[in-house]
């Protein structure tokens, strides 16, 4: 039996996660107060007819001032030794008021903020840090696309779930940090292709960019060390119950020299038989 809770910021995608979940056979329920929750794992877990092997709650802000309950009901739980994992989403504020734009819906704690939407987001997010730091999965949803989105939850749990999931992410300096990083390396002491004038409009991906950047003695110098410390440190991760590796590789602008990098460190993870997702935020960006 596994039960997921599903909570994070309104507006990050937990309705689409909800979707995806149900499509990998999760039976799903939507939106119950904290206060139900020990009776509803009581039901999830008792040896009947009707139990469901895997089952996904979500407990949002929508329970309004109930919500608060949430950091107790799951102390119950653990002090009952029932078993759950959580799921968090969460996304960048500029993202989450243009989504709340776009959609017009409104912010569960829009009220109780004085009808200020960046203040209900930041009222919620500090709401949200003492369920963030305990989750099992935090996925930071700001670069996603519905499509994108959906690939990382079926990647997390179709079929059995593996001890951990490690992503390689590469990404520009120059667009800030990603959110949900764990490990973060700086690759901008290497040749950058974007002083050749017939590869700058090129990509890492491509076998000229990844071959000039590979190609140096320093590259092969740090890469070497790089999947040496990679190779120390994710079995003590694994150690540790970590089921998911954000490894976030970053140059100026996140086109060659983080592109290139982090294909390379997947491809070797991939052969020591890790899980992978690899993924370039900002790739296409210009």
Known sequence: MELLIVTGQSGAGKTRVINALEDIGFYCVDNIPPALLGGFADLAYAPSAARRDRTAIVIDARSGKMFRELPDALAELRRRHIPYRILFLEAASEVLLRRYKETRRRHPLLEECDGSLEDAIREERRLLMPI???????????????????????????????????????????????????????????????????????????????????????????????????????????REGKSQLVIAVGCTGGRHRSVAVACRLAAHLRQLGYKIELSHRDKDRR
Do not use: W
């Open 132 to 238: 963030r730091q305990s989750a099992d999965y935090v996925i930071d949803t700001t670069s996603f696309s519905p499509s994108q989105l959906r690939g990382r939850i079926v990647s997390i749990f179709e079929g059995d779930i593996v001890p951990m999931l490690i992503s390689c992410l590469s990404f520009g300096f120059r667009n800030g940090l990603p959110h949900d990083a764990d490990l973060v390396f700086d690759v901008r002491c290497l040749p950058n292709p974007y002083y050749v004038p017939e590869l700058k409009e090129h990509d890492g991906t491509e076998k000229a960019v990844y071959d000039y950047v590979m190609d140096s003695p320093e590259s092969h110098e740090m890469v070497q060390k790089l999947e040496e410390l990679l190779a120390f440190s994710i079995p003590l991760y694994q």
